[in-house]
Nanobody, 123 residues
């Protein structure tokens, strides 16, 4: 069973930046990405990227502020988050699957999930 191990996250002031990363052990996935879940809210798609960065997709709420990238040699995906607001506060989960496009991941519930890393935006 592949493991997705997240790192990064933490507390940042509004307007600040933060990054979270995720490494997949033992398996290379065509598509990796991030979902998030805030307290009392439903889980939502954030961003996804496919192998060799051929397909990238963002949710409307983060497009233009968040940027996803991946290092295929290291099986690692990174989410750079800029202009953070309190509404971005959530548990961020690394996800992975065999999707051919990043858009396909956004419409589905991926099979592989990390444990999650907390991102808190507060003054």
């Amino acid at each position: 069973q592949a493991q997705l191990v997240e790192s990064g996250g933490g507390l940042v002031h509004p307007g600040g930046s933060l990054s979270v990363s995720c490494t997949s052990s033992e398996q290379t996935f065509n598509c990796m990405g991030w979902f998030r879940q805030a307290p009392g809210k439903e889980r939502e798609f954030v961003a996804a990227i496919t192998w060799r960065s051929r397909s990238v997709h963002y949710s409307d709420s983060v497009r233009g502020r968040f940027f996803i990238s991946r290092d295929d040699d290291k099986n690692t995906v990174t989410l750079q988050m800029n202009s953070l607001s309190p509404e971005d506060t959530a548990m961020y989960y690394c996800v992975a699957g065999g999707y051919l496009t990043a858009q396909a991941m956004a419409r589905d519930t991926p099979s592989y999930w990390g444990q999650g890393t907390q991102v808190s935006v507060s003054s």
